[in-house]
């Protein structure tokens, strides 16, 4: 019979589909004790991986599928959203690109920052999808972390929307706080544990 000790030093492997250091940074600080994170690079993975669906659910499917297709090996990614009440739940699935193709993080939070310029209701939302393809079985798992978008940027930290994004219950937005503290609240964080206790 295999002992404890035995089982406790064979972490499992899981590859993060995701070329974002960011998020790669923010995930190795929550997946740690059982499990050993692999990165793309370290999988030999140097390609873009398509996201061309238009749900969050969609797009990490292509991306952990993408992985699962080249290794065979357990793994996962995230897609992730801003959905702002006041513009119908824009930019969403659309956020990386909500600028435009190749356009930069300030590029997309200064054209936030003016479809909003006029409005009121700064309601808004942050949601992580994550597919997870264990043993050829994928699995779903969604983060929400509700909030309001600023009226200027605040912060330097994180990356993305996060110097306009201010978390409901603070006084401070995503760009901040340190990583400690965007991992105890986020939708990422949110998703991740919903990961690490299935
Ligand atoms: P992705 O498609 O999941 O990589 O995310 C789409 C876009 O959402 C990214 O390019 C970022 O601009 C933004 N984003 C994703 N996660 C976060 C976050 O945790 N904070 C701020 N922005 C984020």
């Known amino acids: ?6 089982i406790n030093t064979d972490k499992m492997k899981l590859i993060f589909a995701t070329n974002n250091k960011h998020k790669l940074e923010e995930v ?3 997946l740690t004790g059982q499990f050993q994170l692999i990165t793309l690079a370290e999988a030999g993975i140097h390609a873009d991986i398509p996201e061309t669906a238009d749900t969050l659910e969609g797009n990490a499917a292509l ?3 993408f992985v699962f297709e080249r290794t065979g090996l357990n793994c996962f ?8 009440e006041a513009l119908n739940g824009a930019p969403g699935v659309y956020s990386a690109r909500y ?3 190749k356009c930069s993080f300030a590029d997309n939070v200064n054209k936030l920052l003016h479809e909003m310029q006029d409005k009121d209701n700064r309601a808004a939302k942050f949601r992580t999808v994550i597919s997870l393809i264990l043993d050829e ?4 798992f969604e983060g929400v972390v509700d909030g309001e978008i600023t009226r200027e940027v605040h912060g330097a930290d994180g990356f ?11 006084d401070k937005t995503f760009a901040e706080m340190t990583l400690e503290e965007k991992n105890k609240i986020s939708h990422r964080a949110r ?8």
Not at 77 to 84: P, Q, R, S
Request: charged share 30%.
């Open 1 to 6: 019979m295999m002992r404890i000790e035995q």
């Open 28 to 30: 190795a600080q929550l």
């Open 63 to 65: 991306k952990s599928r």
């Open 77 to 84: 990614a995230d897609d992730t959203g801003l959905e702002v």
């Open 99 to 101: 600028a435009g193709e």
């Open 137 to 140: 079985k994928e699995y779903f």
């Open 160 to 170: 993305g929307y996060d110097p306009v994004f201010k978390p409901a219950g603070f």
């Open 191 to 198: 998703a991740v544990e919903k990961l690490v206790s299935f």
